[in-house]
């Protein structure tokens, strides 16, 4: 019985050695891009005015504002490093089942929807894994 729990524990501790991080890395990428959506999609809520602010433009290796610089107002950067850039694999977009080419732009509405995904999205990352993220019609984004 000691032998079977010492080498469970050994199994835990060193296994992921072996194993590898295959698909890890798109799963955190997609974790950061959820966060991402979601903050621009709140600002979008709380904010009247339609601005750049609440645009993300999706290129095959990053997500980021459109317009950075529409967000300063009186001088002051309105947001801090909203981006993020992929080290491994590729963003794909497809809306209604559609793969669409990139770059698109993702504009909130003050409502948190996206007019683009009217008939839902799909944001996916691939590299080594995939992970991916959904953007409903009524503008819920969550991993799928």
């Given at each position: 019985?000691?032998?079977?729990?010492?080498?469970?524990?050994?199994?835990?501790?060193?296994?992921?050695?072996?194993?590898?991080?295959?698909?890890?890395?798109?799963?955190?990428?997609?974790?950061?891009?959820?966060?991402?959506?979601?903050?621009?999609?709140?600002q979008a809520m709380q904010q009247a005015d339609d601005s750049a602010c609440h645009?993300?433009?999706?290129?095959?290796?990053?997500?980021?504002?459109?317009?950075?610089?529409?967000?300063t107002k009186g001088g002051v950067n309105q947001v801090t490093d909203l981006s993020?850039?992929?080290?491994?694999?590729?963003?794909?977009?497809?809306?209604?089942?559609?793969?669409?080419?990139?770059?698109?732009?993702?504009?909130?509405?003050?409502?948190?929807?996206?007019?683009?995904?009217?008939?839902?999205?799909?944001?996916?990352?691939?590299?080594?894994?995939?992970?991916?993220?959904?953007?409903?019609?009524?503008?819920?984004?969550?991993?799928?």
């Amino acid at each position: 019985m000691a032998v079977i729990v010492i080498l469970g524990i050994l199994a835990v501790a060193f296994g992921s050695r072996f194993m590898g991080n295959a698909g890890v890395t798109e799963v955190v990428d997609r974790d950061n891009a959820l966060s991402l959506l979601r903050r621009v999609q709140t600002q979008a809520m709380q904010q009247a005015d339609d601005s750049a602010c609440h645009q993300l433009l999706v290129s095959a290796k990053s997500l980021a504002l459109s317009d950075l610089a529409a967000c300063t107002k009186g001088g002051v950067n309105q947001v801090t490093d909203l981006s993020l850039s992929l080290a491994s694999g590729q963003f794909q977009l497809s809306a209604g089942g559609t793969v669409l080419s990139l770059p698109q732009t993702l504009a909130f509405d003050g409502l948190g929807n996206v007019p683009l995904c009217a008939q839902g999205c799909s944001l996916q990352i691939a590299g080594q894994g995939k992970a991916a993220l959904c953007i409903e019609a009524q503008g819920y984004i969550h991993p799928c």
